[in-house]
């Protein structure tokens, strides 16, 4: 109902519009997701921005997804029985955490700009995963190390509604934005799969979740190469 709402009473963009009625009828004969890989920056941005998007989410889905089972093993070696309510907790928490990511990603991302916000989060995304996973025994001190990792490594997708809007013209953002956060979801979809078969060949989840944790890394290598768009006007 809320998404009817906002169809039928939340006008476009007026830099939208005036995209849509200035474009020639070549280009309106064309798909608009063939528009976005057509124009050379364009395309340079959506290929650097995919493998942003796909780094991250697979990095994410591996270490959200071993966080239950990585309690669970903890729990048990300590001999508590309560392993669905610690799970549980654990998984409250780090959603609370990464609640509190996306509302703060917005006003780090314009206090200290796109790029930096977004490598600050990378960073912290690795830092906490390791330091939850390899350092941390006491499972209350785990549940809350969850809220912290989860403020990174999930909050950190605020980025995508903060930053990729801004790379791309009126005429082709929608679609640029959904072809880079969709596609590369259902790739990184196989994460999951990958973190079992290590959880299999190393015994246990904390060392698996490290490793693909790691995966945040490989956004760092890409930014460089994207622009600074703080400040900079969407209206094109």
Known sequence: MFTLYIRRHVTESSSWRHAKDTATARRRKELTLVQVFKEPESR?????????SLFSIGAYYTVSTSLPLFVKELAADQGRTDLNHLTSLAGMTYNVGSILGYVAGGFLADRIG???YIALYLVCA???????YLTTTSLPLIILMAALNG???L???AAFAIYLPELFGASVRATAISFVFNSTRIVA????IVFGELV???????HAAVILGSLYIVGLL???FLPETTGTSTER
């Open 44 to 52: 340079r941005r959506v290929l650097l921005t995919l493998v942003l």
């Open 114 to 116: 796109r790029r930096p």
């Open 126 to 132: 690795v830092a906490t995963t390791a330091l939850l």
């Open 151 to 153: 403020f990174f490594t």
């Open 155 to 157: 909050g950190m997708f």
């Open 189 to 192: 979809a196989a994460g999951p």
């Open 200 to 206: 299999l060949a190393l015994g246990g989840a904390a």
């Open 222 to 224: 890409v930014l460089p």
